[in-house]
């Protein structure tokens, strides 16, 4: 047996059983009411159908955007899409609004946004990583003065092979091994002027 067309959205008049029928099944409807989902959040779990509550300008506004929502989703005609809203501005009652979109979501339906990779031109260029030789030689040769210059040596060497190292991988920790060599080499120069005068004092008391 084939079902009517018309939807309960739809008026009276619009009724293929003639203007002011609801169809066969009208009758069965007087004395109960059936709960319908809610349309929009804000109202008690269980709203009856035929509920006599007015409706107000933000109900109405509510049940459009659910509307708007579905036939931008393509799940109305453009037709359908404009008899509901038009019947949604003129309905008296929260009970008239659920019905027009009883069959609708709640809202749009989510849609995973697209994933685009970010070009490699807007990333972060990537922080080379120090030269552990780089920080050996700074290490060392800050210590020369509480170690008055005894690990100046140690800072020369690991200076210069750090900054070739440097040169050839493209690692940071420059700033570092010339500190490392500055220190070094104003240890040794200085250890190299107390040792010639030390000569000189011993060849001149001799």
């Not at 509510?62 to 393509?74: K, N, T």
């Not at 809203?85 to 003129?90: M, N």
């Not at 050839?168 to 570092?176: A, F, M």
């Amino acid at each position: 047996m084939s079902q009517p067309s018309w939807q309960p959205w739809q008026g009276k008049d619009e009724s293929p059983y003639g203007p002011g029928r609801d169809g066969p099944a009208a009758g069965s409807w007087s004395g109960a009411q059936a709960p319908v989902a809610r349309p929009w959040p804000g109202y008690a779990a269980a709203q009856p159908v035929g509920s006599a509550m007015l409706a107000s300008h933000a109900d109405r506004e509510r049940a459009v955007d659910v509307l708007r929502a579905g036939y931008g989703e393509g799940r109305l005609e453009k037709s359908e899409f404009d008899k509901r809203v038009e019947r949604a501005y003129a309905a008296r009652t929260v009970g008239e609004l659920a019905l027009l979109v009883a069959d609708l979501p709640l809202g749009p339906v989510p849609q995973p946004a697209p994933f685009s990779a970010v070009p490699r031109t807007f990333l972060p260029a990537p922080r080379p990583r120090a030269n552990g030789k780089a920080v050996g030689a700074a290490v060392c040769g800050l210590l020369c003065v509480p170690t008055f210059g005894f690990t100046g040596i140690p800072a020369v060497i690991l200076g210069h092979t750090a900054r070739a190292e440097i040169e050839r991988t493209g690692e940071s920790g420059d700033g570092l091994a010339l500190t490392g060599l500055v220190f070094g080499w104003l240890s040794i120069a200085a250890w190299s002027i107390l040792m010639t005068l030390m000569v000189a004092v011993g060849l001149a008391s001799g």
